[in-house]
């Protein structure tokens, strides 16, 4: 399998063990993954021309943007919406903003990765079948 043919994934975490593993479990099943400590670095990864099929965030980044934050930022960017899996510690005290035209999957850590992976060819098909549908559009 080509890398990246399972889709490709932009992974933000503050903490660096977290992004090393994430991005072995998902390397390992074929997903192309970018990985970013801060959501400065993740923004940067797409003005430099990525298109990420699901973003995967660390709600709790620090300042000046949080994990939602730098995930509207992204769609803006983009002009698509892929998917989040927006992690978090505590999700009694994640406050997202309302975020139209996404799907957002909040979940504690640390995430269960059979779940993650069960759950990534469908969000990975839904965000291509998307941005394909909304260039034919524009």
């Known amino acids: 399998m080509n890398a990246g043919a399972a889709g490709v994934i932009l992974h933000v975490d503050d903490e660096q063990s977290v992004r090393a593993s994430m991005a072995i479990l998902l390397r390992t099943d074929g997903y192309q993954v970018s990985s970013a400590a801060r959501g400065s670095e993740a923004l940067q990864f797409v003005i430099d021309g990525l298109y990420p099929d699901v973003l995967i965030m660390d709600f709790n980044l620090g300042r000046p943007m949080n994990g939602a934050a730098v995930a509207e930022q992204m769609r803006k960017t983009l002009r698509y919406a892929p998917p989040v899996i927006m992690l978090t510690g505590d999700v009694g005290n994640a406050n997202l903003p309302r ?37 034919r559009s524009a």
């Open 99 to 135: 975020m139209t035209d996404v799907i957002v999957w909040l979940t504690c850590k640390p995430l269960n990765p059979q779940l993650l992976l069960a759950a990534l060819p469908s969000l990975v098909q839904l965000s291509r079948v998307t941005r394909k549908l909304l260039t």
